[in-house]
């Protein structure tokens, strides 16, 4: 059912909370309807908002039956589009964080596929990448993965279907995008007036004032005279601009410097009090009102200290509109146009100079923004700029900060629009002086690229080495200048098969590869092949499977195929070291093949080798041929026998006969010389005990525990589908009507089940281990042919008859002669109500099961003798709870189970 549906029923389902309440919407119900797209999330509010009008009229109603004087009022819940932000996604240079966790169920062959990958370990838990300028993740030793375009959730599942990654648990997050669009680029300069920035343009209203502060009515005067007289008065400037000050009578000063003031100040107290001078100060400074106008974020009527700036004032009416100019702020004075201001000048250079003082009544006024330019790229300082009157490339290149270092000015670019309203591109070289002078006009985009990121005169080392990277190309560069020595080359090295690929001048991907070693010993061969510009060299490593790095090459070249040139990739399979797919090179042979197979493994059947060739018969069909290869003449160098490669032929490398059957059995306990033997095919379980000196005096052959694991397998299969079975019933009978005894059956039945799945097959065969050790016994019937990984358990001599089941105490009892079976069980306090008294049986200690019909209960003894070593077992009664006919199988599985286990743990410990 889609989202929006079941949120506009949670919405509705909200009819039940009150009569007269509102539907308001909470937290979690507001991050609902958020996540769902425009169009449905306007359904789910229009069902919303008519939900409150019928809630609203219904209130209505409510309260003129009751005469109320008041009519409470729905609360319309308003959602603004522009709130909902669009998911990040995936572009060049995109900075992502990709966390990296080894899954908790990982298999066996999964973890050691972890352990012993040093590229995966690695990149193993929280890590830092950067895509390249395609879009494209690069991680260390494995092939590249393309996630351009693609948002968190979209990365997170392309990295979990990449099968080199399927070891961890993935997420994966994008930090920020960067962009060379111009749709990106931030209008320079208006962020300065934002809170955090702001603070630095307010007007200081404390410390000294500067000379050239202009007097005005409100402004407080401090003045000290010492000598003859002595004092310290404070005036304030009256509204007329006159300080009246006793003994010196008024003066104005509305208009004049402070510095002019304090100069004349003293003068008049030197000649009207002879012998005093005097100190002048400001005290407390006077607030101006002015008017901020235009295109500013809070337009109107100001009061701000008389000490403010153009720029400090902008401060108070929040900055500058981005539709607002920064370079052309115009101080208005009794309506003439007194300064401008050019906030580029003190942004850019630090020049205050524009930055003038304001006067009370000084209006400051923000024309609309002027002509605009973007540029990108490889910049300092990339942003929507300005301009002021002309400007040309090598202006706005300036006012950007100039290149970047990776900057390549010979493909810079000019996106705009033509006098026909076209939009067109320009191309230009912004070294070149035509470049740098070419004008800029309203509206133009320059893009400045970096150079490519591909590395000329240079070769790249990658793989099991020490110091990988790139490295100088020098002239008649070759192989072993690379790798001159072992002692670069890590540990395990492969140095049979160093693989190279290399770019034609036209991008045109090839692969060679090379036996370092024969290089070593022969540097004029034509195994030290000749480096090239843009070569990379991978070293690979014995131990580590190198699929991983020629798979993102083979996709190159199957990217290159076509009619007429067909993939060029052949595979060996079998006895090597290193089986899978590799490149096809010109003139490669079936030795090349084996070489960069990693040569044959230890078990290679090294007489001969299968070859399938297929080739396409007149253009009609695909047939496919097998060769026979003399793989020891290939071997031995013979030419004639080391035949060409073609595409998709398969060399296949046999096995030698018999090559894993070396099996071998574990006998414990009562053996002369317990442990470990390894046999041969067909060998048997006599002749393995005597090749352990046979059984000790103190064994107890009987009890001995023959255990296989493939009958543990069977036996396994047979529990569960047994539990299965079981299961169905029980489901079936809990739905028919129980009768009398039905309620217990089922419970019964519940208990019998969670038992049975509790049950492990242990996979005992019962043997007559007595018979088969006796040396004079030749019955091969009786004997045991082994199989890889048979375990034979020996115990001591047995004491005890152990009583098991449906009877009173499960316990075991010390053996006595003549001791029947029923006493036994009486010893045992007798039978349980629910116990069958009929299918009482005896489990040998052999594991062999001995039945009896008889029973003194229904007046006969039963006729079975017993043993050390036997268990004697009282079932459940399952026939006159619910006759389900394999229930009584299910309780004889669960007792010989619990036998056989109790008897394997006694030789772990």
């Not at 290159?560 to 990739?569: C, K, T």
């Amino acid at each position: 059912m889609p989202r929006h549906f079941l949120v506009c029923a949670a919405l509705l389902l909200l009819a039940d909370v009150g009569f007269a309440q509102a539907i308001t919407l909470t937290p979690q119900q507001q991050a609902m309807l958020d996540q769902l797209p425009p169009g449905q999330r306007q359904q789910a509010l229009d069902a919303l908002e008519q939900l409150n009008r019928q809630r609203a009229a219904e209130e209505s109603e409510s309260a003129d039956l009751e005469e109320m004087p008041t009519m409470p009022q729905s609360v319309t819940p308003v959602y603004e589009e522009d709130q909902v932000e669009e998911e990040p996604e995936a572009e060049g240079g995109s900075r992502i964080v990709i966390s990296l966790t080894p899954r908790e169920d990982l298999s066996r062959t999964e973890q050691a596929e972890l352990n012993n990958d040093p590229a995966l370990q690695e990149i193993s838990g929280t890590n830092y990448f950067e895509l390249d300028e395609s879009g494209v993740l690069v991680l260390p030793g494995l092939p590249t993965i393309s996630l351009l375009g693609l948002t968190e959730e979209a990365i997170t599942q392309r990295l979990t279907a990449e099968p080199a990654l399927k070891v961890f648990d993935i997420e994966a997050s994008i930090l920020d995008v960067e962009s060379a669009a111009a749709d990106v680029l931030e209008p320079f300069g208006y962020d300065i007036f934002e809170s955090a920035e702001s603070e630095r343009f307010q007007a200081v209203v404390s410390g000294p004032v500067p000379p050239d502060y202009v007097l005005g009515p409100g402004d407080s005067i401090r003045v000290q005279l010492f000598g003859n007289v002595n004092g310290i008065y404070e005036f304030e400037v009256s509204r007329d601009g006159i300080l009246n000050l006793p003994e010196l009578g008024p003066i104005t000063v509305a208009g004049l410097p402070f510095s002019e003031f304090r100069k004349d100040l003293n003068a008049r107290v030197q000649q009207m009090l002879i012998g005093t001078q005097a100190s002048v100060t400001m005290g407390e400074l006077r607030t101006i009102r002015v008017f901020i106008l235009g295109d500013v974020n809070r337009p109107g009527s100001y009061v701000v200290s008389s000490l403010s700036t153009i720029s400090s004032a902008l401060y108070y009416s929040g900055g500058i509109s981005e539709i607002g100019s920064l370079r052309d702020i115009q101080l208005k004075r009794e309506g003439r146009v007194a300064a401008r201001l050019d906030l580029y000048d003190l942004l850019l250079q630090g020049d205050t100079s524009g930055d003038k003082r304001l006067q009370p009544g000084d209006v400051i006024f923000v024309p609309p923004i002027g002509p605009t330019v973007g540029i990108s790229g490889a910049v300092r300082r990339p942003a929507i700029y300005e301009l002021a009157g002309d400007s040309n490339v090598g202006d706005v290149i300036q006012v950007a900060g100039g290149l970047k270092s990776a900057a390549y000015p010979g493909a810079a670019r000019i996106e705009r629009i033509d006098d026909d309203n076209r939009r067109v591109v320009v191309s230009l070289d912004v070294d070149r002086l035509d470049g740098k002078s070419m004008s800029m006009r309203d509206g133009d985009t320059l893009f400045v690229p970096e150079v490519l990121p591909k590395l000329e005169r240079s070769v790249t080392l990658v793989g099991h080495v020490y110091r990988p990277g790139a490295y100088q190309l020098r002239e008649g560069m070759r192989l072993s200048d690379l790798l001159p020595s072992a002692e670069i080359m890590m540990s395990g090295a492969d140095t049979g098969y160093i693989l190279i690929r290399r770019e034609s001048d036209q991008n045109y991907v090839e692969v060679r590869s090379a036996n370092l070693a024969t290089a070593w010993a022969y540097p004029n061969s034509s195994e030290n092949i000749l480096l090239r510009p843009r070569d990379t060299v991978h070293v690979f490593s014995l131990a580590y499977s190198r699929q991983r790095v020629i798979q993102p090459l083979l996709e190159e070249l199957q990217l290159q195929s076509r009619v007429g040139e067909p993939y060029q990739e052949v595979s060996v399979s079998g006895s090597v070291k290193a089986p899978g797919v590799y490149p096809l090179e010109p003139g490669m042979r079936v030795s090349d093949l084996l070489r960069a197979g990693g040569y044959l493994a230890e078990e290679a059947y090294t007489l001969r080798a299968e070859l399938a060739r297929y080739r396409v018969v007149d253009d009609e069909y695909r047939s496919s041929e097998v060769i026979d290869i003399d793989l020891d003449a290939v071997l031995r160098g013979d030419e004639s026998s080391d035949l060409l490669l073609a595409e998709h032929d398969n060399l296949r490398i046999s096995a030698l006969p018999q090559w894993d059957m070396l099996w071998s059995v574990f006998l414990d306990g009562e053996v002369q010389f317990p442990g470990e033997y390894r046999i041969r095919r067909g060998e048997t379980l006599r002749q393995v005990l005597e090749r352990a000196g046979g059984l000790t005096g103190a064994a107890f052959p009987e009890g001995a525990i023959f255990l296989r694991e493939s009958l543990r397998e069977r036996e396994q299969e047979q529990i569960d589908a047994l539990a299965r079975r079981m299961e169905a019933d029980l489901t079936q009978l809990s739905l028919e009507t129980l009768e009398t005894t039905g309620g217990e059956a089922l419970e019964t039945g519940q208990v019998l089940l969670e038992q049975l799945r509790q049950t492990e097959a242990v996979g005992r065969l019962v043997i007559d281990l007595e018979q088969l050790a006796a040396r004079s016994s030749s019955d091969k019937l009786i004997d045991v042919e082994l199989r890889d990984g048979d375990r034979l358990l020996v115990p001591k001599q047995a004491q005890e008859v152990t009583v098991i089941g449906e009877t009173q105490q499960n316990t075991s009892h010390l053996y006595q002669p003549g001791v029947t079976r029923d006493d036994y069980i009486e010893m045992s306090g007798g039978m349980t109500r629910r116990a069958d008294k009929k299918l009482v049986y005896v489990v040998r200690a052999s594991g062999a099961v001995v039945t009896g019909n008889r029973s003194r209960w229904f007046g006969r003894r039963a006729s079975a003798e017993i043993r050390p070593g036997d268990t004697i077992v009282v079932p459940l009664e399952t026939d006159r709870i619910r006759p389900l006919t394999f229930w009584t199988n299910v309780t004889q599985i669960i007792y010989q189970g619990a036998i056989a286990v109790a008897a394997i743990a006694s030789f772990d410990r």
